[in-house]
Structure formats: structure tokens, C-alpha cells
């Protein structure tokens, strides 16, 4: 028998025993309360119910190709305009070279970066292609909903057609970046130039309905409201009962070190731990929700385990947005160092591939 000090958990701990969604009332009880040990149990739960013990990792590498970016959002730090000293773009073979380094046993290679004004549209087909050529056993989780529109415009395609046509050079599944909040209000204060959240949602409905799976994430910790965040979780469930097309969400707590908004107070754990419950709790379709230990720091991340997070990413080898954004601490692991932090939690380490599949 579950004890909360907060008799509202107790109201959604019975909806959930009865296997009842919750809805937005719901959610906003549990952004507000202060039982966090309560709503870490109602969180883990649920995640006891769809994974037991496990927790799963990825031995994967990030590729950052260019931080060169066409837009101005204002809590980016990773994006340099053309000409800056700090502003770079990768050819391809400096890529595969980067990644060379980490090995042949790499499972899932995670590529984003800025909307650069030049690169021709062929430089990403060929990219893709190269690292299926070069890691055939690798999974290519490339360019999120924002980079595959910008796509669309400089190779007059549509979104389809650019989809596919990726899909037939190489690509497993997109990431789930670009999606910050979906609300419109935040959206025109921080990201005027970026495309819009219903965009960002139809590109994924077209990726899903094409067989290519995704992620998804909400950046937090800025200027939304609690009701914002939880329309963002709607709507992500909402497509999610439409295409089943969710691998994992992953809840991104907004680093303001370097950003232009460095006036916000970076999120405390308190809020980070709280995130991460809420979204296994409201997110009842989406399989995975991700503590990712880069934004979060491992610590914190490890902690999140019991909160209902049940991956904890991956080795990452090389990550440069956290780095631009001031993020300190780990840059990459080990098997065995993940696996450690995974045990010492008091879970099963589960290595996967990028469909989450157990290797």
C-alpha cells in the first residue's frame, strides 16, 4: 500500500491502479505538489509495469556536423553565425574519422546541427549513405523535424519525399529535437524564426506514416507555464495514439549559462526529478521515458531511475550542444561505467539499439 502525504496523489494513484488516463487537471496536481517521493513512487509504478528492473543504454556517438545555424533562438548557445571564429562545418570525412575513433561497435550514430544557409541538399543524402556504408550495424538517427524542413525548402521537395529519400540512403529514425515548446506564445518570444509546433508535429506524423520511428523532447526551465508544458505532453500523446511512431520522450531542462537568457535560474533537481515523473505518468503510450545524463549530469540522471526513467541514453563519445551550452562534467562513457551507475541504482543494464531493441 502506497502512503503520499498529498491526498491528490492518492486520487491519481486509484485512476492509475484502474488503468484511467490522466488528463490535464491531473497533471497540473502533480506539477504541483511538493510530495516528490510520492509522485516518484506513482512514476516508478508505472515504470515497473513496462519494464520491471530493466534500464536500458546505447553505445552510440554523437555527430555534430556544423553549429553554422540560419535562425537566432534565443536559448541556443551551440549556434554561431557564418564567419564567427568558433563557427564550424564538417566534411564528411572528418566525420567518419571522428568516428572511426570510437570504434566498429558503435549501435546507433545520433546526428544534428544547425540550418546552414550553404550546404546542398545532396551533402546530407550523401552523409547518410557514408555512414551506412562505413557502420552498416549502426543505426542512423539523423536531423530533427526542424533540420528535415529546412531540407524540404533548399531541395524544393516536399517533406515526403526528403523523408524517403533519407530513408532509402540510410536513415533508421529522426531525433527528437527542435520541438522546445510546442505553445505558440513561447515560440515567437524565443524561436520567432523556427518552425511552428503544429509543423514540427505533421513532419513527424509524415516520418512515423513512412516507417520511420522517433523520439521526442520538451525543453523546460524557461518562460512556459505548467499548462504549457502539459499541452506539449497532450499533444505528444495525442499523435502517439494516431501513429505509434514514439520510441522514447526525453525531458530537457534548459541550460542557461551561455544562452541569451542567462538572467533565468537554471532548474533545480527538485523540478528536474519532478519533470521526469510526470512526463512516465502523463505519457502512458510513449514506451521509454530517457534521463539524459547530458543535461542532466549522471548523477542527478542516476537518481531520475527511480523517478520513472528507464534509459539512461548513452556512451555518447562526443556531444557538442551540452558543451557550447556551459553544461559541465561527463563528456562520454564506458560500458562499463553506464552499466555501473545502472546497477548501483539497483536496475538491470540492458544495452539496445536505436528501436530499442536488446543486443
Not at 545555424?69 to 536559448?75: A, D, P, S
Amino acid at each position: 500500500m502506497l502512503n503520499f502525504q498529498d491526498p491528490a496523489l492518492k486520487q491519481i494513484h486509484e485512476k492509475i491502479e484502474n488503468n484511467e488516463r490522466l488528463n490535464l487537471s491531473d497533471g497540473l496536481k502533480l506539477f504541483q505538489t511538493n510530495d516528490l517521493l510520492g509522485l516518484g513512487k506513482l512514476a516508478a509504478l508505472v515504470k515497473e509495469r513496462l519494464h520491471g528492473p530493466k534500464v536500458y543504454y546505447v553505445f552510440n556517438q554523437h555527430v555534430n556536423y556544423s553549429n553554422i545555424c540560419v535562425n537566432r533562438c534565443k536559448f541556443c548557445a551551440f549556434r554561431r553565425p557564418k564567419g564567427h571564429p568558433e563557427a564550424y562545418a564538417l566534411n564528411i570525412e572528418e566525420i567518419l574519422t571522428k568516428l572511426k575513433q570510437a570504434g566498429n561497435s558503435i549501435r546507433e550514430i545520433h546526428v544534428v546541427g544547425g540550418l546552414h544557409p550553404d550546404l546542398p541538399y545532396q551533402y546530407y543524402l550523401d552523409l547518410v549513405r557514408s555512414l551506412k556504408e562505413n557502420f552498416p550495424h549502426a543505426h542512423i538517427k539523423a536531423f530533427t523535424c526542424v533540420e528535415i524542413d529546412h531540407l524540404a525548402r533548399i531541395s524544393g521537395k516536399d517533406v515526403k519525399e526528403v523523408l524517403s529519400e533519407l530513408k532509402q540512403a540510410g536513415l533508421s529514425c529522426l531525433p527528437g529535437g527542435g520541438a522546445e515548446i510546442f505553445a505558440e506564445r513561447i515560440r515567437q518570444k524565443l524561436c520567432p524564426e523556427k518552425i511552428s509546433g503544429q509543423r514540427w508535429l505533421e513532419i513527424m506524423k509524415i516520418a512515423h506514416e513512412l516507417g520511420i520511428p522517433s523520439n521526442a523532447t520538451m525543453l523546460y526551465g524557461h518562460l512556459e507555464t505548467l499548462e504549457e508544458r502539459l499541452e506539449h505532453l497532450l499533444a505528444l500523446r495525442n499523435l502517439q495514439d494516431q501513429t505509434k511512431g514514439f520510441l522514447c520522450f526525453i525531458p530537457l531542462p534548459f541550460l542557461p549559462q551561455k544562452s541569451y537568457l542567462k538572467e533565468i535560474s537554471p532548474t533545480t533537481g527538485f523540478e528536474d526529478l519532478k519533470m521526469i515523473a510526470v512526463s512516465r505518468l502523463m505519457l502512458d503510450n510513449i514506451p521509454h521515458i530517457k534521463a539524459y545524463w547530458i543535461f542532466l549530469g549522471l548523477k542527478l540522471a542516476q537518481v531520475a531511475l527511480h523517478f520513472g526513467a528507464d534509459d539512461l541514453h548513452g556512451t555518447v563519445y562526443e556531444e557538442k550542444i551540452s558543451e557550447f551550452s556551459g553544461q559541465e562534467g561527463e563528456k562520454a562513457l564506458s560500458r562499463e561505467e553506464i552499466e555501473r551507475v545502472i546497477r548501483e541504482a539497483g536496475f538491470q543494464p540492458v544495452e539496445r539499439d536505436a528501436l530499442y531493441r536488446p543486443v
